[in-house]
């Protein structure tokens, strides 16, 4: 039997609604990045890897003999082990922060570092503009991270505390009543449970305009 008009909006729904889920999946899958970083004989290409929350860093192997492993001093730990040419290894980076790893053969020589960009959203806005800095791609909260956030404002040489979060993904910046120019942040994940730190992450500008 043939579905009747009065009966094809049920047997739609499911695939409305499915369509719905897929169309999610596409628009945070788009949202997230993979950055391939060559393991070659004696240095990591780029030695200075930079992504943002929810990205992933995808090392190949170019080189015998060689390991991507964090240091001990990092808040995160991840270790490939030691691989030969053509092996591959992912790891995702949730959180903001800058982290140094080493081959756990050729350290001190073969070194680099993730730097894991804030995002900012607007990057650009009249006094008044409420922004938002993103520091992680998933909640901190209920975890034993921290993320402690510095900012410079216009003119500043220094940069200085501007909150330390123990929730969420962001943390907002109220331009009302603020001086207009450049304001820069950058952010530190902190382990609490180790005390260990990352290094501070790239940079991230807003402009708040007149």
Same mark, same amino acid.
């Given at each position: 039997? +043939?579905?009747?008009?009065?009966? +094809?909006?049920?047997?739609?729904?499911? %695939?409305?609604?499915? %369509?719905?889920? +897929?169309?999610?999946?596409? /628009? *945070? =899958? @788009?949202?997230?990045?993979?950055?391939?970083? @060559? #393991?070659?004989?004696?240095? &990591? &290409?780029? /030695?200075? %890897?930079?992504?943002?929350?929810?990205?992933?860093?995808?090392?190949?192997?170019?080189?015998?003999?060689?390991?991507?492993?964090?240091?001990?001093?990092?808040?995160?730990?991840?270790?490939? @082990?030691?691989?030969? =040419?053509?092996?591959?290894?992912?790891?995702? !980076?949730?959180?903001?922060?800058?982290? =140094?790893? !080493?081959? $756990?053969?050729? $350290?001190?020589?073969?070194? *680099? $570092?993730?730097?894991?960009?804030?995002? %900012?959203?607007?990057?650009?806005?009249?006094?008044g503009t409420q922004f938002t800095i993103t520091f992680a791609s998933t909640s901190i909260t209920g975890t034993n991270f921290q993320a402690v956030i510095q900012y410079k404002v216009p003119g500043g040489t220094t940069f200085a505390p501007y909150t330390t979060a123990t929730t969420g993904t962001s943390v907002a !910046?109220?331009?009302?009543? /603020?001086?207009?120019?450049?304001?820069? &942040?950058?952010?530190?994940?902190?382990?609490?449970?180790?005390?260990? #730190?990352?290094? !501070? =992450?790239?940079?991230?500008?807003?402009?708040? $305009? @007149?």
């Amino acid at each position: 039997m +043939l579905p009747t008009s009065r009966s +094809l909006p049920r047997l739609l729904r499911p %695939a409305a609604l499915i %369509a719905v889920v +897929l169309a999610l999946f596409l /628009q *945070g =899958s @788009a949202s997230a990045a993979t950055l391939n970083v @060559a #393991v070659s004989n004696n240095f &990591f &290409f780029p /030695q200075s %890897a930079k992504i943002r929350p929810g990205d992933t860093i995808h090392w190949v192997w170019n080189g015998d003999n060689h390991s991507s492993t964090s240091r001990g001093s990092m808040p995160i730990r991840w270790d490939s @082990a030691i691989h030969n =040419s053509g092996f591959t290894y992912d790891k995702l !980076f949730k959180y903001a922060g800058t982290f =140094s790893y !080493f081959c $756990t053969v050729h $350290t001190p020589s073969m070194v *680099g $570092t993730v730097g894991v960009q804030p995002r %900012a959203t607007p990057t650009s806005g009249s006094v008044g503009t409420q922004f938002t800095i993103t520091f992680a791609s998933t909640s901190i909260t209920g975890t034993n991270f921290q993320a402690v956030i510095q900012y410079k404002v216009p003119g500043g040489t220094t940069f200085a505390p501007y909150t330390t979060a123990t929730t969420g993904t962001s943390v907002a !910046f109220d331009s009302t009543g /603020q001086p207009t120019g450049d304001y820069v &942040f950058q952010v530190q994940l902190k382990n609490t449970s180790t005390g260990k #730190v990352s290094l !501070f =992450s790239p940079s991230r500008k807003i402009t708040v $305009t @007149a």
